[in-house]
């Protein structure tokens, strides 16, 4: 009897100790573990080489900082409206920041606004808009990006020249930009003559049609410069299919595939060149500290580069023109 007293505190000694582990486990299941911060990524467009590569580098920035993302598009760069709407339902679905490309400089600003008044923060990637509520802007300097075409169509048509100028859509901001630089540029050789001027919008058999048919009509043209991807590949084909890429100097913007296999067979000189890989790293990394609250840089220059026959095989170029072969 007096042994089985003894082992009356010992049993209850072990009970105690079992429930609290029980307790602890339970308590320990039930506590939420934190959770990563979302980041919605607007981009102008799903489609292209230039946008893959965008979202490729906003994925890399995803993992290195332990964050997740949603990526949402129009399939279309003109379609203004569908991305309205697209950051709308971004803002919606309440992240902790947005990262945007934007399709038109002013008509995206009140989206923008909205999104800050309900304390998200916006980082703008590639376009700008027209909102002092967005926290950053990353991206080239377009004025730059046409100075710097307009330096190489001088040095490959002369300072007497006839050019044509293949655009993408009126009023939009890096058009404008784009073209801005480029026409000041021409403005310091006065023998040079800007004979037509086109928007092909983001349809590449436009470009193709709207350059045979200012070839048709002037055709003693020099040079062309194209200010978008679109345009470019598609004032390309029509000077190829012409057989003109003997005559005519093609000053191209990105560097698609189709660019590079152009470029290597002739028919285009050259093309000015952003780091699409670090808008979209850069534009997750920044959108990640302004959702901590930290303060981020309001623009971030991410460079440009003209590309020819001649430097497109130096290493670092080939970095920039694959940026994901090792």
């Not at 002013?106 to 999104?115: F, H, I």
Request: glycine letters at 6%.
């Amino acid at each position: 009897m007096e042994k089985t007293l003894k082992l009356v505190p010992l049993a209850l000694a072990i009970l105690v100790a079992v429930f609290s582990m029980s307790s602890c486990m339970r308590e320990s299941e039930t506590t939420p573990t934190a959770q990563k911060k979302h980041l919605e990524v607007v981009l102008r467009s799903q489609n292209g080489d230039y946008w893959k590569t965008v979202k490729m580098g906003a994925e890399v920035a995803a993992k290195e900082f332990d964050v997740t993302l949603d990526f949402r598009a129009p399939d279309d760069e003109a379609d203004v409206k569908g991305q309205i709407a697209l950051l709308e339902q971004s803002i919606q679905s309440g992240p902790d920041a947005i990262v945007l490309a934007a399709n038109d400089y002013r008509d995206l600003s009140n989206a923008v606004d909205s999104a800050a008044e309900q304390g998200i923060p916006v980082v703008t990637i590639d376009s700008e808009v027209e909102s002092r509520k967005a926290k950053s802007f990353i991206g080239a300097n377009n004025y730059e990006a046409g100075q710097m075409a307009g330096q190489q169509l001088i040095k490959l048509a002369g300072t007497k020249a006839n050019i044509a100028i293949v655009s993408f859509k009126q009023g939009e901001r890096n058009t404008e930009l784009r073209e801005q630089g480029l026409l000041d540029e021409i403005l310091k050789f006065p023998s040079i003559q800007v004979i037509a001027k086109v928007y092909s919008l983001t349809d590449q058999g436009t470009a193709d049609q709207l350059t045979q048919n200012i070839i048709e009509k002037y055709p003693y043209l020099d040079g062309i410069v194209a200010l978008n991807e679109t345009s470019s590949i598609g004032v390309a084909d029509a000077i190829q299919r012409m057989n003109l890429q003997d005559k005519v100097k093609i000053i191209t913007f990105d560097s698609t595939s189709e660019e590079l296999e152009l470029l290597q067979e002739g028919v285009i000189q050259a093309t000015i060149i952003q780091n699409p890989f670090s808008i979209g790293y850069l534009g997750v990394k920044n959108a990640v500290e302004a959702s901590y609250g930290k303060k981020v840089p309001n623009r971030v220059d991410t460079g440009i580069k003209a590309i020819d026959l001649g430097n497109m095989f130096w290493s670092d170029n080939q970095k920039l023109l694959f940026p994901f072969i090792k």
